[in-house]
């Protein structure tokens, strides 16, 4: 008797901590981040994309929970109510095997289920896809590399690496920013998740969503499809502006590299070593594809993608050993001695 009331708590104790859990979960799923909380979170939208997904992760989250709380408390009667007893230990239980409701119900049922939860999913996927794009829209490509991001602004002639600028979107005078996304080399997946869902970057296919963002601020991203050894490393950062600031921003994105002739011995150093090859400058003779446009390199906060910050040191260190921020990165180690390599830093150091 004793031992079949500890079985009975056990069991009552294991439903306890489950329905603990439970309520914990959903209340973080419903809780507001902190404001200085660095990870996103898809139940903390700012844009309409963003906005209707979390509409859609509730509805879903909603039906699926019904479901097990039915079979969580159908499970529960039947595992206290027909608990192994020591008296009736041999009689089998009552079979319903071939009744026509049962086999109905659990066939209907899921059905039904299924069908509104496509029904829903559809609404949601065409009510983004297909919004029409308005004359106010800003147009930007994004393209994939091996670890970095390139983003460019046909309409503006800006060229930029990692560090997306958008501006604030008005509900008054909307300025949604539509997105063609390219990948130069593997798949990639593109995921702003307070922005916009994820959308995947194919080589020789073009795949396009947008984002209309309601208030200005930092937005961070990933590379949610991996895509090699730094994958966890590609990261996305989107910088939302307003009207004035990126205004400003483009204005001086469209300038040419800065040429400070004090750094000469710096540049004959960029210039005659692999850099030239792989990055390009606006305004000089370095034209190269394979690697981030350097044109304004420090006016980003960052550097290889979001993997470290963009201060002299780091930059010295990217240069010298890349291996050592980012290990598997495309960025080979150049190999220069402390001086050309000084110099090569104080030249760079002057791209704002």
Not at 12 to 30: D, E, N, P, R, S
Not at 212 to 236: N, V
Request: charged share 15%; with cysteine.
């Amino acid at each position: 008797m004793k031992a079949d009331q500890g079985v009975v708590v056990g069991r009552a104790m294991g439903i306890l901590v489950l329905l603990v859990g439970i309520l914990f979960a959903a209340g973080l799923c419903t809780a507001s981040p902190p404001p200085d909380n660095p990870v996103p979170s898809i139940f903390d939208p700012h844009s309409t994309p963003a906005e209707s997904i979390r509409h859609l992760s509730y509805f879903v989250l909603t039906i699926t929970g019904l479901i097990f709380l039915v079979v969580f408390i159908l499970l529960t009667y039947a595992v206290v109510k027909f608990r192994d007893k020591t008296m009736g230990a041999e009689r089998e239980p009552a079979q319903v095997y071939g009744s026509t409701q049962i086999e109905l119900a659990w066939t209907i049922i899921p059905i039904l289920i299924v069908v509104v939860l496509f029904l829903a999913t559809a609404r949601v996927i065409h009510a983004i896809q297909d919004v029409p794009k308005p004359a106010t829209a800003l147009d930007v490509t994004a393209i994939g590399h091996q670890f970095w991001w390139e983003f460019r602004y046909p309409a503006l002639g800006i060229v930029t690496s990692n560090e997306l600028h958008v501006p604030v979107s008005d509900p008054v005078h909307p300025t949604p920013t539509f997105l063609k996304l390219l990948s130069a080399d593997t798949d990639h997946s593109f995921w702003i998740p307070q922005l916009a869902g994820k959308t995947d970057l194919i080589p020789n296919r073009v795949n396009e969503m947008w984002m209309d963002p309601r208030e200005t601020g930092l937005f961070l991203g990933q590379c949610a499809q991996y895509c090699g050894s730094q994958h966890g490393k590609m990261l996305l950062r989107v910088y939302v502006d307003s009207p004035e600031e990126f205004a400003a921003w483009t204005n001086a994105q469209r300038q040419p590299a800065n040429r400070d002739d004090k750094e000469l011995p710096g540049r004959h150093v960029f210039e005659t070593t692999a850099c030239i090859n792989c990055h390009a400058v606006g305004g000089t003779n370095a034209t190269g594809r394979f690697g981030p446009d350097l044109t304004h390199l420090m006016s980003r906060s960052t550097i290889a993608s979001g993997a470290a910050e963009n201060t002299r040191e780091n930059l010295r260190l990217w240069i010298q050993n890349p291996d050592a921020i980012k290990p598997g990165s495309l960025m080979p180690a150049m190999k220069l001695s402390d001086t050309d390599l000084d110099a090569l830093v104080r030249y760079l150091g002057t791209f704002q």
